[in-house]
């Protein structure tokens, strides 16, 4: 079984530039995660899609970050503009359902804003 | 908002002694996970504790979920060079999981 998938791997760009990352989940997942994990913290959820459905954005910075599932499977996070302190790594998780179940990670986009 | 913190931040052992990480939730939890993380890996799913008072182990490995069902605790038994990592805790409120800081573990051979 294929795991999460996630591009880019890294990427560096300059504060007001924008950038955005991809995420495939595993297949048949319904439930779909963006982390936000800064150096030597625990990842911070950012959005929840349920199919293609938001459960949960609350700590999305939505003047700046975006994200969509439009058809129930892969999904973008778009920031725009970024700032110093959007540096971190950017997970995506999957799982069967919203409820009690594990979350399968993907290995991470890290982003570096100078 | 919900908040779950864990103790201690770091720990570095001598390979053969015991770990314990413990999480402490702000609000009762649904149930918590248990994830590790290696130095410049993805969390990995270990284990989820569902029941008030739970106990459940895994090899060297034993978790616990407290009765009042907002604290747990992961005990290493003889920690081995394999361990090493960040263990982190999640607690499920509603429909969203929230990670502590988690918790590095060093062990020394």
């Known amino acids: 079984e294929a795991g999460v998938a996630q591009s880019p791997r890294y990427k560096i760009i300059e504060k007001r530039q924008s950038v955005a990352f991809w995420c495939n989940p595993i297949s048949g997942h319904a439930t779909l995660y963006w982390y936000q994990q800064i150096l030597g913290q625990g990842p911070k959820l950012l959005i929840q899609f349920q199919n293609n459905g938001v459960v949960d954005d609350s700590q999305l910075p939505k003047d700046r970050f975006s994200a969509e599932r439009l058809k129930g499977v892969d999904s973008t996070l778009k920031i725009q503009p970024a700032k110093l302190e959007d540096s971190a790594v950017y997970l995506c998780?999957?799982?069967?359902?919203?409820?009690?179940?594990?979350?399968?990670f993907g290995p991470g986009t890290r982003l570096t804003v100078t | 908002g919900q908040q779950v913190m864990q103790i201690p931040q770091y720990q570095h052992v001598q390979e053969g002694e015991d770990f314990t990480t413990y999480c402490n939730s702000s609000?009762?939890?649904?149930?918590i996970q248990w994830y590790k993380q290696r130095p410049g890996g993805h969390p990995v799913f270990l284990i989820q504790l569902v029941k008030s008072g739970e106990v459940k182990k895994q090899k060297r490995l034993t978790f616990q979920f407290g009765e009042a069902k907002k604290n747990s605790s992961l005990h290493i038994t003889a920690t081995q060079t394999t361990d090493v990592g960040t263990y982190f805790c999640?607690?499920?409120?509603?429909?969203?999981?929230?990670f502590g800081k988690g918790t590095m573990l060093l062990v020394s051979p």
């Open positions: 609000t009762t939890l649904s149930n």
């Open positions: 998780a999957s799982s069967l359902g919203t409820l009690g179940y594990e979350q399968y």
């Open positions: 999640a607690g499920l409120r509603y429909s969203t999981l929230t």
